[in-house]
Nanobody, 123 residues
């Protein structure tokens, strides 16, 4: 089981920003699709953003224009910059990896998952 480790969650007021980080083995960042997902207790997991090995990204409509996914292969780190946060963004956020290059998806069927980091947005 590959180890993905998220950090950067916390509490913020509506309109604020947070940047989440996810460290992963170097070969995963350079050869696999990676993505960010979130889940509210009792609800279905939601795909937010994916990034392919060539850096091409894709976003869910719910976060498009507010969230930015990026990665730094040299630091073995995936990022999610979250701006203009809303109370409805409150959730546990997970990074995931494993789908082959060119087959990124927001479906949430990646092979490897982190433990999650909590984001709470207050009004």
């Amino acid at each position: 089981q590959e180890q993905l480790t998220e950090s950067g969650g916390g509490s913020v007021q509506a309109g604020g920003s947070l940047r989440l980080s996810c460290t992963a083995p170097g070969y995963i960042l350079s050869s696999k699709c990676m993505g960010w997902f979130r889940q509210v207790s009792g609800k279905q997991r939601e795909g937010l953003a994916t990034i392919d090995v060539d850096g091409i990204s894709s976003y869910a409509n719910s976060v498009k224009g507010r969230f930015t996914i990026s990665k730094d292969n040299g630091r073995n780190t995936l990022y999610l910059q979250m701006n203009s946060l809303k109370p409805e963004d409150t959730a546990m956020y997970y990074c995931a990896a494993g789908r082959p290059a060119g087959y990124c998806s927001l479906k949430g069927d990646s092979a490897y998952w982190g433990q999650g980091t909590q984001v709470t947005v207050s009004s």
